[in-house]
């Protein structure tokens, strides 16, 4: 079977992202150290990405955790946001526009609760694809299996009718793990021009 779907990872792909480092440089304005912090805090961004603890949840954990008061953490949130949105990587996100409708596409994201909402007003993802996976809603997160296996059963799809772009290497190999075939995103111009390739040899060998 040849391919019929493209799905994208979202941060660090269709969001220029750096390293999140708004919880340490909070840390050092207030004058804490690591070792200050109750561990279950640390557990609390895990729990964020699995969707097993809600926003005010974590807002909350973060006030008590860090024994501030609410302004300071709405700045905190505030920052924690700006730094996991990013800017749009406009040249790949008119790409992916661009494949529909000769495939189906979808995002597959490791996220964080309230990711949706905010890419929503931020990027319209949304009106960008057929589905989009945020771990945060689903339980799981990449690369296990289940994540990928669920995505392509929500675009109707075998995994090896899929191809998924990812910046990370770990991720890809979890895709790669359940039949997709995945390209490694290190810049726009090297990831356009393997999927180009891909898609073209794909185009080529139907109608051979």
């Not at 050092?28 to 005010?56: F, M």
């Amino acid at each position: 079977m040849g391919v019929r779907a493209v799905l994208f990872d979202i941060g660090g792909v269709l969001e220029i992202t750096s390293e999140m480092t708004f919880f340490s440089d909070w840390l050092h304005r207030l004058g804490l150290s690591a070792d200050e912090i109750d561990p279950a805090l640390i557990d609390i961004w895990k729990a964020g990405e699995l969707g097993t603890v809600t926003e005010s949840q974590m807002c909350e954990a973060i006030r008590v955790g860090l024994a501030i008061d609410q302004s300071v953490t709405d700045a905190v949130i505030a920052d924690m946001w700006e730094q996991y949105l990013g800017v749009a990587n406009t040249e790949l996100i008119e790409y992916l526009r661009g494949l529909r409708p000769r495939y189906r596409t979808g995002l597959l994201s490791n996220s964080f609760v309230g990711a949706r909402e905010r890419e929503r007003a931020a990027y319209g993802f949304e009106h960008l694809v057929d589905d989009i996976v945020y771990s945060h809603e689903v339980g799981m997160a990449k690369p296990d299996p289940r994540i990928y296996l669920l995505a392509c059963a929500r675009l109707d799809i075998d995994p090896c009718e899929a191809v998924f772009i990812d910046d990370s290497e770990v991720a890809v190999a979890g895709a790669e793990s359940v039949g997709i075939t995945a390209i490694h995103h290190v810049s726009n111009l090297a990831t356009i021009s393997a999927l180009d390739t891909l898609l073209q040899r794909n185009r080529s060998a139907r109608h051979g």
